[in-house]
């Protein structure tokens, strides 16, 4: 009897031990099984954020793009109505009478010109190629960016005169044998008949002598703005306040969108060749921490300026 009782308890040990062995087995398999498809999910998870991210930073450029063709800064209809068109005029006025007040600059001359002549002007032999004055070629709705293109662009471009060949540009001035200006013809010619003698050098720009741009443009946008890469920052997005680029925000008139110069418009030609990559950011603060982004300048709403990596405008207007 005494040896069947030590039996018993060692048999119901050995079961027990067995089965505690097995609930661990079954337990850590359980575990096992559980941790990868936790791994699974949380892989899936990973993904289903890589192509959300995706999709953000797809959904902020074409914000962006958005915001260049309906932002506050331009407008990519033509007046519908008969206050905006008088708006339209009365901008395109006050900046002819800006031009004027330089009497003896080549714009200033130019302008007299079509003031005196109207549509006669074209007509003249040295005016028939030139297409107008920077100045009055674009325009920004919002005054505060426009003063600030301006202002980047400096006096001497933007009373620069816009020629569609390089005939046009010879037209302009003549020379004699010596290699001496003619005074007599040209737009110093025209100048010195109506009392106004052409005072120094002044800037000509050629379209088909300027590389203009060669890549797409923004899907179904009656302005033809360029399809430009957007800066990134390292995750994938777009820096702190960047608004657009420079030569995206310019109007242009319809009639000048193609076909100026050979097969290009006037965006893609002088505006292209006047910004690049010129980027616009709310303030001079985002401006300067998207520094490492900038490679053709950038310009900031409250004033900030940098012309070129590396130039940089400092204090106040």
Do not use: W
Not at 27 to 32: A, E, G, L, P, R
Not at 42 to 60: A, V
Request: proline letters at 3%; one cysteine or more; a negative charge.
């Amino acid at each position: 009897m005494e040896e069947e009782a030590t039996i018993i308890p060692s048999n119901e040990m050995q079961n027990g031990c067995s089965m505690q062995a097995q609930s661990v087995i079954y337990n850590s398999k359980k575990f096992q099984d559980d941790l990868h498809t936790a791994r699974i999910q949380i892989k899936q998870h990973e993904d289903n954020l890589k192509i959300l991210k995706s999709q953000r930073n797809k959904l902020e450029d074409s914000i962006l793009d958005l915001q260049v063709i309906l932002g506050n800064y331009h407008s990519a209809r033509p007046p519908s109505g008969e206050s905006e068109s008088h708006s339209s005029n009365q901008s395109e006025e006050e900046t002819v009478n800006q031009i004027l007040q330089h009497e003896t600059s080549a714009a200033g001359i130019l302008c007299q010109l079509t003031t005196r002549h109207g549509t006669h002007a074209p007509q003249l032999g040295f005016t028939k190629d030139v297409l107008g004055i920077v100045a009055t070629l674009g325009k920004v709705d919002d005054d505060n960016l426009s003063r600030l293109l301006s202002e980047y662009l400096g006096v001497e471009t933007m009373l620069g005169i816009v020629c569609k060949t390089y005939e046009g540009v010879k037209a302009l001035e003549t020379y004699d044998k010596e290699g001496h200006i003619n005074s007599d013809s040209g737009i110093r010619g025209f100048g010195t008949t109506i009392g106004r003698t052409l005072d120094g050098r002044f800037l000509v720009i050629c379209l088909e002598n300027l590389r203009p741009y060669c890549g797409e443009f923004v899907d179904d946008d009656p302005q033809r703005r360029l399809d430009l890469l957007q800066p990134k920052l390292p995750n994938g997005e777009c820096p702190p306040g960047f608004i657009g680029f420079a030569v995206n925000m310019i109007h242009v008139d319809y009639m000048n969108l193609l076909y100026v110069s050979d097969v290009y418009g006037l965006r893609e030609t002088l505006f292209y060749s006047l910004f690049s990559h010129l980027q616009v950011y709310k303030s001079r603060e985002e401006m300067l921490l998207a520094l490492p982004l900038i490679s053709d300048g950038a310009i900031s709403l409250d004033g900030g300026i940098i012309k070129i990596n590396g130039f940089f405008s400092l204090g106040n207007r």
